[in-house]
């Protein structure tokens, strides 16, 4: 991953839990591309980067534990300050999308904070950007970018990333956007 632009915070770096079981694997013929999430709260978005290890923990911790999934259910998240954090990483299937084609086609990225309010700014769209980089380099096919209420009724990922998505156009109709 010597092409990222944003910086990488690897699982043993923000303290992961271990997953429960191991992960399935994807298959790269039915890779699709990348669906976009967002935490959906104001909070999550810290002044100071030292903070947001401890909100990709509790995200975690909120999976596992509340939901009785096995790992956190992205492939990876990014904050404010320019920094990609891996969830299941490359090549897993997610948990994030809500659907079983979502979750086996697609990876996803979250962003920490309100999707609402998102703005792209230097440091926001770099651990993005890298996410499709690295997918479309692994699954050439993978063109797509998705907000996540492509696959079911929902807010997420708010407003300001869902138009952060159009500038990725595809030829599927939104269902529920």
């Known amino acids: 991953?010597?092409?990222?632009?944003?910086?990488?915070?690897?699982?043993?770096?923000?303290g992961a839990q271990p997953a429960k079981t191991p992960y399935d694997q994807l298959e790269s013929t039915m890779?699709?591309?990348?669906a976009v999430h967002h935490?959906?709260?104001?909070?999550?978005?810290?002044?100071?980067h030292a903070q947001c290890a401890g909100v990709v923990r509790a995200i975690q911790a909120y999976h596992i534990d509340a939901r009785g999934?096995?790992?956190?259910?992205?492939?990876?998240?990014?904050?404010?300050?320019?920094?990609l954090y891996e969830g299941r990483g490359l090549g897993v299937?997610?948990?994030?999308?809500?659907?079983?084609?979502?979750?086996?086609?697609?990876?996803?990225?979250?962003?920490?904070g309100d999707g609402d309010v998102w703005t792209p700014t230097p440091n926001n769209v770099l651990p993005l950007r890298d996410v499709l980089r690295?997918?479309?380099?692994?699954?050439?096919?993978?063109?797509?970018?998705?907000p996540h209420l492509r696959f079911h009724p929902t807010a997420c990922p708010g407003h300001g990333l869902r138009e952060w998505?159009?500038?990725f156009p595809d030829l599927t109709p939104e269902p529920f956007g």
Request: aromatic share 12%; net charge neutral.
């Open 31 to 34: 890779q699709r591309g990348v």
């Open 39 to 48: 935490s959906g709260s104001q909070h999550e978005r810290r002044q100071q």
């Open 69 to 83: 999934w096995n790992d956190i259910a992205y492939s990876w998240l990014c904050c404010q300050h320019g920094f």
């Open 134 to 146: 690295m997918v479309r380099t692994r699954y050439p096919a993978a063109v797509d970018v998705w």
């Open 93 to 112: 299937r997610s948990a994030s999308q809500g659907t079983h084609e979502g979750n086996s086609d697609w990876h996803s990225v979250c962003w920490l």
């Open 1 to 14: 991953m010597t092409f990222l632009d944003s910086h990488l915070v690897t699982r043993e770096e923000w």
């Open 165 to 167: 998505c159009r500038q």
